[in-house]
């Protein structure tokens, strides 16, 4: 298949998705809520909704248009898929297959009902294209990797695949900058970028720099709305036991009823916490930053005041070309 004709297959996809009936979704929501707990009937239709989105020609001729992606000898691609957020690997499959590479595909065990179910309708659309893909145990065959995990299995692939051509991501997460005069409705918009699929995401925010003196009461009551997380068994369970864990130790935090806020100079929160840490001068927050900028997935702000982050609301929406830990795919698979 030619380039042009990878696109369009795509595209096709895109309007499948869309095209969907109450009931193929509810189905796929519920295998797939079976297979992952976390995945609720919401979070499932978010993601489908997202890629359908995504997966039109226009976008996806936009994105590709810089490189090169017609390989003389197609390459196998050894893909370790995370599963942490529905469909949070398609990603990788999209850009080896729209590379014109051939896609050996390990799937994550919390990922399996949904990243199957994408697979089988890109086989229905376009047999050659579906043929590009091969699901895979061992990666032993693989010319390249592209490998997805936690700091320790980053370490494994590192000096597993090292004399491979290698792509392996790590742990990331999201921030977020306030300056303290940001109106209720951008505060709220906060809470899509922390409580989309329960803080799981490497786009999900788990920490917030606010100006020295903010008074967080008028961001806990700007995301009142949220707190239907709540009825979620294991959100909840995770904020009984944060909470227990503060109140038993003595810890100061914040406890709006249905997410814990703590104050700590450490990245990465637990689910139903939100860190915060204080900030003086501009200046000094570029600083703080500058030292987490390899774990720093995006950093939002109110309309993106703050340079090279995004508006608030706006995280967990990234385009094809914003490519986890900035590391850009399509270069990378247009090389090997």
Known sequence: MILKERIQAFAQLGERIKSLSNAETDNLCFRAGNGNSWFTAESVQQALNAWSESLTEESLSTWVKDYVLEPTTPKKVGLVMAGNIPLVGFHDLLSVLISGHIAMVKLSSQDKILMQFMISEINAISKTLGTNIIHAER??????????????????????????????RQNRTAVAVIKGDETAEELTNFGKDYFQYFGLGCRNISKI?????????????????????????????????????????????????????????????????????????????????????????????????????????????????????GVDTLEFLSGI
Not at 139 to 160: L, P, V
Not at 263 to 288: F, K, M, R
Request: net charge negative; aromatic share 14%.
């Open 139 to 168: 990666m032993n065959e693989a010319d390249a990797i592209i490998a997805t995990g936690s700091d320790n299995s980053a370490r494994y692939f590192k000096h597993y695949f090292a004399k491979h051509p290698h792509i392996i």
């Open 209 to 325: 720099y606010a100006p020295k003196g903010y008074d967080f009461v008028k961001l806990i009551d700007a995301l009142m709305g949220y707190e239907k997380v709540l009825d979620h068994h294991k959100y909840r369970n995770n904020y009984d036991y944060n909470k227990s864990i503060y109140l038993v130790n003595g810890e100061p935090h914040l406890d709006s009823g249905f997410f814990l806020m703590r104050e700590s100079e450490a990245l990465v929160s637990p689910i139903s916490v939100l860190y915060y840490e204080y900030y003086t001068s501009e200046a000094e927050l570029d600083l703080t930053l500058a030292k987490h900028h390899d774990k720093i997935q995006c950093v939002v702000s109110a309309n993106g005041w703050y340079e090279g982050s995004i508006p608030l609301g706006k995280a967990q929406q990234p385009e094809l070309s914003d490519y986890a830990d």
